[in-house]
Every structure is written in C-alpha cells, then in structure tokens.
C-alpha cells in the first residue's frame, strides 16, 4: 500500500539543504580555521551532535592542527579527552559505520569523515550519545558538509599560497629597486658633479644621463604598480594650483621631447580661483606617464597638445599627440596592464607597458576618470583626465618661511655621509663639498659612531642598507648616545615605499630620501633642517 512521506520531514531536509549550500558564500575571504569553524558548527546545528574533533593542517605544508568543541563549543585540549582524540585518530580509514568509543561524556558513537581524497586534507570526526547516530539522513548531510568543506579549505588554503607569493614578489621588488637604485646614484651624482664643475655636460655624458633617468623611471614605475595593486599608496591631498601642476609635469619630461624634436603646444583655460584636491607627485606622475607615452609613440618631429580647461566643477586635461595612433581592437585594453598593443622584437618604444596602467589607478584613486580617443593607426591619440575640482575665492597665501628661504645666505655646516658603497660616499661627498659644506665620508657604520662622538656634526646623511649595523640601527645608536646634540639626520635608500619613510622616521630620522638622490632636493633639505638649529 502506498504511504505519503511526510511533509515536515521533507521541509526540514530541505531547509537543511539550502542551510549547508549557503555557507561557501560565508567562506569568500576567509582563513582554513573559520571554515572548519562555521562547518562544524552548522553541522552541529542541524544534526545536534555532542562531540566534534577536527585534525587537518590550517595552512599549506604546515603541521595538521586539533580542535576540539562540545555542544559546538570550542574548548581548550585537555587531558581528560586525549584517550578519545587518540580512539578518533586509530579509527580505521575504511570505516563506513559509527563507531563506539569511551568519552568523558560516556559512550559515543563516532563517524570519521575525510576532507580531500584520502583524508589528505584532514578529518573530521562526529559524535553522539544518541543508539540510533547517525540517520540515513545525518550520515549524508555530514558526508556533503565534509565535501563542501574540502572546497572551502582547498581555496583558503589558495588565498593564502597567493598572499605569501605576492608578499615574497613586493619584498624582491622592493630587494631588486633597491639594489637597482645602488649603483645608480654614484652615476648620478657623478654626472650631477660634472655639471656643476664645467657648467655643461658632453655628448656622452647626455646620453648617460638620460639612460640612469630611463632606468631610474623603470625602477619607480614597477614599485609603483606593485604598491597600486596591493593598496599601498597613501595620497596626501592639497588644493593644487593646475598651472603649477603641467608646468612642473612639463619639466620632467622636457628632456624626452627635446631628444625626440616635439613641438609642445600648451593651452590652460583654469583661473587660479579652480584648485583640483589630490596628491602633488601622484598627479604630477599621471600628466608625466601620459606626456612621456605621446613623446614615445609619436615619430620624430611630431606634435604634442597639453590643455587644461574647467568644465563644471571638474578639471579637465588632455593630452594629444599626431603619432603612432591606437587600433580599434587594442582601445579597450590600452589601460591594462603590460599592455603595449603590437611590439616589434627591436623593442623601439621601450617601457614596460605599466605607464597608463598606474595612470588609470592614480585618477581613480583621485575619484576621476580617464579615456582615450584614437580614430586609428597613424592617426594619432587623445587622452582625456577628468578629476573633480573645487573653486576657491582667493588663491592660498605662500609660506612666508618658503618665500624667504631663497633670499637667505647659505648656511654652511659639517655634514657626515655614510655609505657602505665608496663610489657613492665619495661623489656624494665631492658634491657636497661643491655646495660648500663641510663633508667627513666613510664606509664603516662603527667609524660613523666614533666621529659623531668625537666632533661636532650638523647633519649626517645615513644609507640605510649597510651590512653588520644598518641605517636604522645607527640612526638610534646616535640619538641614543648623543641625545640633543645629535647631528640632523637624513636616511638615504634604495627601499622607497610609505611604510621604508614611516619606519625611517620612527627610528629617529629627521628626512627620507629615494636613491638615485635629486642633489638639489638634499642641498635644501641640509639647508633647511641645518637653519632649524641655528639660534
């Protein structure tokens, strides 16, 4: 005779269905141990289990690890349970029925249940007092948990292989800019003491120049988009003056568009009553990234249109050039990332197809927009920048201090350089003899310490990566040692990201300066901070 099931028995493995379906929208994001957690504990839930004992390794290649909960409670490893961890554990891997086992809590009847093929993941295993554990409908519900919490445990333990190569990729990067940046700066201050001693430099040394400042925007570009991706970046808002902000993008690569023979027609339609509010270097790299790829892609001889004009409230720039041009297909892709369209082997544009990409994150970082237009091959292309600005009634009254700093006689002082690289101590030393200061150089952090205790230091510029006693050690060596009469410190690296100059600072630096050094920032940073304490 045909008997109806019944209807509430039916609803509720149904709700326990789409109870256990749910739960891999709670594992997105989420580390190996709460995933095991939130299993357990709706298994506990739905089935009412008295003991669950979990046994797996929460992160690759680690040791398995052993939690134990009653009632869906965690609890500390105690004594009193290590005979029925050690029962679960001799379980056989082939039993398919519960299991009897002895419990502080009495007899229970365990079921052992495999997270991977073969229990390579770990184990789960669950009991109950209850002679009948588990039902027909127990026993499938617990087998489908431990296979969605196989999943779950297979893809944190992904996220977490992810996180650790990408934290290994920044610490190389960060290694590999570093040690780029080393030889870079005793070429450049090499190059920059050539020019202050003859008034010019040669051919040759031009073409030096301009390769250590090609190689240099490599380095800082590759951090950069490493720092974009993972969210390194702080910006520091301001209102910024816009004509102030293209002449000085201008200037940084005036020197592409002189090699390259490009006429740079300028057109800035904003008052000085439109400020857009965003970071000063992060805008100035974005009208720099777009000036510097229209100068590459446009053959020699070419043309180059930056304007700037108010629309609205928004700050609009452009940059237009009538080059190489962009195919229809490659438009949509133009700001991604390594992205360069058709290259030919003799890698003629150079660059590493990063420029837009860091571009397109800085404006949105800036809550902007950016697009390009280009009606096709040889046609030329247009960049469009669109940031929201605000109007001020009066343009922000100039630093009296900075106003007057330049009008000041020059201070002399002694300043310290130490660098365990001698090429680098000793033309940065030469160069600041040049500006007139009086300069001790040595490669020996020890040699360092015993000359500040000896004579009197305005300032001392520090490398921060030297072998034995680093930078940052040294730095509180001497706040330590000399306490108020400790020189003005400068830290001097190849690490250039916000937490090296936060972690300079807190070690007693009083500036942070990215190798190659720019001589003309560190002759006013001595200025400045040698004036500090003058009485």
């Not at 957690?37 to 046994?55: D, K």
Request: charged share 25%; proline share 6%.
């Amino acid at each position: 005779m045909y008997r109806e099931r019944d209807p509430s028995a039916a609803d509720q493995a149904l709700r326990d269905l789409m109870g256990l379906l749910a739960l891999p929208a709670l594992w997105v994001g989420r580390d190996a141990a709460t995933v095991l957690q939130l299993t357990t504990e709706a298994v506990n839930r739905i089935v009412g289990t008295a003991v669950c004992l979990v046994h797996a390794p929460l992160v690759p290649d680690a040791i398995p690890t052993t939690m134990l909960q009653l009632g869906g409670e965690r609890i500390a490893h105690e004594p009193a349970w290590t005979d029925f961890i050690d029962g679960c554990r001799r379980m056989p891997d082939t039993a398919e029925d519960a299991t009897p086992l002895e419990s502080p809590l009495g007899t229970l009847r365990v079921v052992r249940l495999f997270l991977g093929p073969a229990g390579r993941a770990g184990s789960l295993w669950f009991g109950s007092s209850r002679p009948d554990f588990p039902s027909i409908h127990q026993g499938a519900f617990m087998r489908a948990a431990a296979t969605l919490a196989s999943t779950g445990l297979h893809a944190a333990r992904l996220d977490q292989e992810r996180e650790r190569a990408a934290s290994a990729k920044d610490e190389f990067l960060a290694m590999l800019g570093h040690e780029l940046r080393n030889p870079l700066a005793p070429i450049s201050t090499a190059l920059h003491l050539i020019r202050l001693q003859t008034g010019s430099l040669s051919r040759e040394h031009e073409i030096i120049e301009r390769q250590v400042g090609h190689l240099s925007k490599l380095v800082d570009d590759l951090l950069d988009i490493t720092r974009i991706t993972r969210g390194k970046i702080e910006l520091s808002r301001e209102p910024l003056d816009v004509a102030f902000l293209l002449t000085d993008a201008i200037e940084g690569v005036s020197p592409l568009l002189e090699e390259r023979n490009h006429l740079l027609r300028v057109s800035c339609e904003v008052g000085p009553e439109l400020r857009v509010v965003g970071d000063r270097a992060r805008l100035r790299q974005v009208v720099v990234n777009l000036l510097s790829n229209a100068a590459k892609y446009t053959p020699m001889n070419g043309e180059i249109r930056v304007a700037a004009r108010a629309e609205g409230d928004a700050l609009v720039i452009e940059v237009e050039d009538n080059g190489a041009g962009i195919d229809v297909a490659m438009l949509p892709r133009v700001f991604e990332l390594f992205e360069q369209g058709s290259t030919t082997l003799d890698r003629a544009k150079g660059g590493l197809g990063i420029g837009l990409a860091i571009v397109k994150q800085l404006v949105e970082m800036h809550h902007g927009q950016v697009a390009v237009e280009s009606a096709g091959p040889g046609q030329g292309a247009l960049f469009r920048v669109t940031l929201p600005a605000e109007r001020q009634a009066a343009a922000p009254v100039p630093d009296p201090a900075a106003q007057t700093l330049d009008t000041l006689p020059p201070v002399q002082g002694r300043v310290l350089v130490v660098d365990d690289n001698r090429d680098a101590a000793e033309t940065l030393g030469m160069a600041l003899r040049y500006s007139g200061y009086d300069v001790v150089t040595t490669t020996l952090p020890q040699e360092a310490l015993d000359r500040v205790r000896a004579t009197r230091f305005d300032a001392a510029v520090l490398d921060i990566g030297m072998p034995v006693i680093d930078g940052y050690e040294l730095a509180a060596l001497i706040r330590r040692e000399l306490g108020g009469a400790a020189p003005r410190l400068v830290a001097l690296t190849g690490y250039g990201q916000s937490s090296d100059r936060d972690k300079a600072l807190a070690c007693g630096f009083d500036e942070h300066m990215v190798k190659p050094i720019d001589l003309d920032r560190l002759t006013r940073t001595l200025e400045r901070l040698i004036r500090a304490d003058l009485p």
